[in-house]
Structure formats: structure tokens, C-alpha cells
T-cell receptor, first 114, second 118 residues
């Protein structure tokens, strides 16, 4: 069985400050890890992924995430938050293979204020 | 990135009627598509995995006779909510992962369908 934990329901950060949204995972074998963002009443937009290679992954809109195998973590980060980053963020894991289903975390609401 | 189109984006139907939701991969082939349900302020719950040319695989607790899934081609999957009731009101999202070698491994999501049963 595979699972994802996002321990924070909400993260609050001031615009211009760095942000971190936490994610830990559990999966047998090598993981595929993903971050998605969801705006109200919309589907999910892909931000970034880790498949193999460099542990630091850069994605859309200035976001990046660091894969840490020993801590089974894949935290999402951004050096300088924007108010427009406010949204719901989901971490997801799957086993290798494109037909493998994604398992999502419970989501973390990011609130960026002026 | 690849595009997944989901239609309709919003539907209101009367209790007891059936509603069909379409999910299309526009620029890639998807052997497998996934259907999710999302309750307010909650995560996505996988309902079923739709396989082209074969029966869908339903997650535990999901009624296959209630939520009919058809994956008629490599670019189209449909979810039909049969005899809908108010408790079926929810946000339904489809996703697809490319089956072509060399195409991105991430899943692409449709825009979602807000179903309201009155």
C-alpha cells in the first residue's frame, strides 16, 4: 500500500517570505512523487515531479521540491511567496509505471498575505 | 503540457436521473484514466481506474452499478452517475497518464465537474 501525509492543513506566510509545504510518503519500491496545485472549483495543475536523478527538482511558477529518501520526504518550497500562490496544494505518490494510480495527501491550504 | 478536457464543468440534475461526464485526452493517448471524487475541503478520493477496452477497476466501497465507467477509446472515458441522489452531489475529476513511451509520467487532470443533484 502507498500513502502520503501532509501534516499541515494550512500554511500562512507573508508575501516575499520563503514558504515550505511538507509532504512525507510511503511506497514499496522507488517512488514517483508529484506536487499539484488546485484553485477553487478547478482541476489540478501539475507543478513538478521527482522520478529519478537530482534530489532538488524545479517546477512551475518558481516552486521547487527536495526529495529526501532517508526521511521519505518531498517538501515543496519557494524562496519568495506571492499572494497569487494562495491555493490548495496536493502531494502525490505512485509506484513506477504510467498506469499506476496516484495516491494523494489530504492537501495543504497555502495562504499568502500582504 | 498535455491537455485533458472534462465536460460538462457544471451540471444540475433532478434526483433519479442519470448524468454522463466525459473525459478526453486531447493530444496524447491514455490507456488508463482515473476518476476521482472530491468532497468540500477534502482530498481526492480515487473511485475507479478506467482501462481502455476492458472493465474498470473500482476502489473498495464504490458501487460499480452506480458509477458506470466506459473507456471506449484511447482518448475518451465516460463516467455515468446513474439514478443520482443528492448525496451524489460532489466535484468529480478525471485524470489521464500517457501510455506513449517517452511522454511525461505525470497525470494530467481535467477541469472537474461540479454535480448538484436536486
Amino acid at each position: 500500500a502507498q500513502s502520503v501525509a501532509q501534516p499541515e492543513d494550512q500554511v500562512n506566510v507573508a508575501e516575499g517570505n520563503p514558504l515550505t509545504v511538507k509532504c512525507t510518503y510511503s511506497v514499496s519500491g522507488n517512488p514517483y512523487l508529484f506536487w499539484y496545485v488546485q484553485y477553487p472549483n478547478r482541476g489540478l495543475q501539475f507543478l513538478l515531479k521527482y522520478i529519478t536523478g537530482d534530489n532538488l527538482v524545479k517546477g512551475s511558477y518558481g516552486f521547487e521540491a527536495e526529495f529526501n529518501k532517508s526521511q521519505t520526504s518531498f517538501h515543496l518550497k519557494k524562496p519568495s511567496a506571492l499572494v497569487s500562490d494562495s491555493a490548495l496544494y496536493f502531494c502525490a505518490v505512485s509506484r513506477t509505471g504510467t498506469a499506476s494510480k496516484l495516491t494523494f495527501g489530504t492537501g495543504t491550504r497555502l495562504q499568502v498575505t500582504l | 503540457g498535455a491537455v485533458v478536457s472534462q465536460h460538462p464543468s457544471r451540471v444540475i440534475c433532478k434526483s433519479g436521473t442519470s448524468v454522463k461526464i466525459e473525459c478526453r485526452s486531447l493530444d496524447f493517448q491514455a490507456t488508463t484514466m482515473f476518476w476521482y471524487r472530491q468532497f468540500p475541503k477534502q482530498s481526492l478520493m480515487l473511485m475507479a481506474t478506467s482501462n481502455e477496452g476492458s472493465k474498470a477497476t473500482y476502489e473498495q466501497g464504490v458501487e460499480k452499478d452506480k458509477f458506470l465507467i466506459n473507456h471506449a477509446s484511447l482518448t475518451l472515458s465516460t463516467l455515468t452517475v446513474t439514478s443520482a441522489h443528492p448525496e451524489d452531489s460532489s466535484f468529480y475529476i478525471c485524470s489521464a497518464r500517457a501510455s506513449n513511451p517517452g511522454v511525461a509520467t505525470e497525470a494530467f487532470f481535467g477541469q472537474g465537474t461540479r454535480l448538484t443533484v436536486v
